[in-house]
């Protein structure tokens, strides 16, 4: 079989050096450990100074603009520039790692869903959303860091998450809401990442955007029911929970495009096509509408309709709180953080076992 080095090193002896094996990334450990070492242990004006490009390079570079330019994709074995890489392996991996985080919210009320079919449908979502990390996470691993890397860095607090799974899950009301608001967000965010100039986390957006699409439904029904038919409570326990997810939805979309660091670069590239701000816009005139069909006020009294604009106008968004929830200071950071942790110590025993078998099956084949 042709092995093919990846042109991402040279640290190591050839014959340590990752590869493409039959069309699959082999990734060698210790030339990773070494890449990511060297790269946070630099001083900081060596960071910052601009490198020596070789001819060879800067032609790869031409080629690769002129890709991105002509609106190809651009696949795991072809050359990219490192800052591509980069800021695609910490845009995918925190996706991956919101999906993972974003089961904890809504499996608190498995065991308390109000009806055999409630209970189905969140667990084949919540299930869904683990699915959806695990699409990222192999993802991600093309681009040459391997999923215990990043699971590592989102347990030691180096990786972020979404902001919006640090609130907590009150009600049954809440799990309505967080199909309908967060779902309806995150589809709004994500449908433009199905275009993503990096083909593997497009093919994985394409799948994700599916499913994303009956987890919205599934809240927004959940919600129709109590509102049409439930009691005076029902109604204002829904009323309660659009209350408390309203602005931290918003949020979702991260911050203003003008203060946004990764935005200029990230629409260059193709990474994102529409920005932070244009979408936010877009889940605010989609969701308007759907509230007066659902029966609930959004808790914003500036939201208001500008003909001019031909859009909603609304209220200042509390970028302290953003800031805070994402700085690992919003109600359920610790508690969030602390659950999957555990989970990955509880777990240790199937990953053992997983190892194991994959041992004896090695040692059968070798002595057939
Ligand atoms: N929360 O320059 P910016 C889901 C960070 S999963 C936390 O605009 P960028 C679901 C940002 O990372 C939802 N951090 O960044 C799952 C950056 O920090 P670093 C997740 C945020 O990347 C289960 C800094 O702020 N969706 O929906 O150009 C159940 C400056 O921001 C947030 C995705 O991950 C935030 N909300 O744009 C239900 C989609 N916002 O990394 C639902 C993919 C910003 O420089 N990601 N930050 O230290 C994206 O589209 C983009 O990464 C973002 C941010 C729009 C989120």
Redesign the pocket.
Known sequence: MRLRRLPLKGALPAAQQSRIRGGRLVLNRKEFAMYTQAMDQQPKEERERKPVRSVEEVELERRFDAKIDAGDFIEAKDWMPEHYRK?LL???S??AH??IV??LP?GNWITRAPTLKRKAILLA?VQD?GG?GLYLYAAAETLGTSRDQMIDALHAGKA??????NYPTLSWADIGT?GWL??G??IM??VP?CRCSYAPYARAMIRICRE?SF?QRQGFDSLLVMMRDGTPEQRAMVQDAVNRWWWPCL?????PDD?????AQ?MRWGI?RVS?DT?RQKFVDATAEQAKVLGVTLPDPLLKWNPEREHHDFGPIDWAE?WR??GGDGPCNRERLAARVKAWDDGAWVRDAALAHARKQVTKQEAA
């Open positions: 800021t910490r845009q995918i925190q996706h919101s999906e974003g089961m809504e979502k959303e959806h972020k998450y979404s902001s919006i799974f967080i967060v779902d967000a995150a965010n994500q990442i994303e987890h949020m979702m979309f991260g911050p203060q946004s660091p990764n935005s990230g994102k932070n979408l953003f929830v994402v």
